[in-house]
């Protein structure tokens, strides 16, 4: 899972196995959750987002799963494939003074092995 | 849709100069845009929102004299990285949002090297 820190979580899966990402937001007071994927050189990439009234929304081969007790949340990537390799951040949306923020958590290097 | 370019993709510097980023909203009208900076192997650290027309607002200790930002049409914003040092080496993102609404929309980095 993702932790602040200089470190880069990593996780390894098998080509057509399922991929779980963790991650651990810090505000209660975040309303929005967005998962971002980022290929080495680019800019980060839209996968997924939920509302903090919801605790779990599916789009295609991806479901995140928001816990508000506990502050967490996750991405599933289901049948991961070479193409999912990337580093995925998660992000959380709150309001700061009169502006909407995003502040990005550290990340986790996922790697499909063949 | 909301497509968001920078120019140039990647950048060259020598230690003292002073580069300029570009960032544009190609298909929409952003009223706001974030400025980020990212580092090798660690994630995207936001440094300053801007909102057309107005100053930027600046995260705590980002130097507004060093990170020089013009958000001057609804189109385009940018950043100028001012007597620029090695440490300023990194990718800087921009990313737009349209109103008040939750979704930014990210650009495709530059990547700066200052020599």
């Known amino acids: 899972g993702e932790s602040v820190g200089l470190h880069l979580p990593t996780l390894s899966v098998q080509e057509g196995d399922n991929s779980i990402i963790n991650c651990a937001y810090s505000?209660?007071?975040?309303?929005?959750f967005i998962w971002y994927k980022q290929e080495s050189g680019k800019g980060p990439q839209f996968i997924i987002d939920?509302?903090?009234?919801?605790d779990k929304r599916q789009g295609q081969r991806v479901t995140v799963l928001l816990n508000k007790t506990v502050k967490h949340l996750s991405l599933q990537i289901a049948a991961t494939q070479p193409g999912d390799s990337a580093v995925y951040f998660c992000?959380?949306?709150?309001?700061?003074?009169?502006?909407?923020?995003?502040?990005f958590g550290s990340g986790t290097q996922l790697t499909v092995l063949p | 849709g909301a497509v968001v370019s920078q120019h140039p993709s990647w950048v060259i510097c020598k230690s003292g100069t002073s580069v300029k980023i570009e960032c544009r909203s190609l298909?929409?009208?952003?009223?706001?845009m974030f400025w980020y900076r990212q580092f090798p192997k660690q994630s995207l650290m936001l440094m300053a929102t801007s909102n057309e027309g107005s100053k930027a607002t600046y995260e705590q200790g980002v130097e507004k004299d060093k990170f020089l930002i013009n958000h001057a049409s609804l189109t385009l914003s940018t950043l100028t990285v001012t007597s620029a040092h090695p440490e300023d080496s990194s990718f800087y993102i921009c990313?737009?949002?349209?109103?008040?609404?939750?979704?930014?929309?990210f650009g495709p980095g530059t990547r700066l090297t200052v020599t």
């Open positions: 298909d929409f009208q952003a009223t706001t």
């Open positions: 505000n209660s007071a975040s309303d929005y």
């Open positions: 992000a959380e949306n709150r309001s700061s003074g009169s502006a909407r923020q995003l502040t």
């Open positions: 939920i509302r903090s009234n919801m």
């Open positions: 990313s737009a949002r349209v109103g008040a609404v939750y979704e930014q929309y």
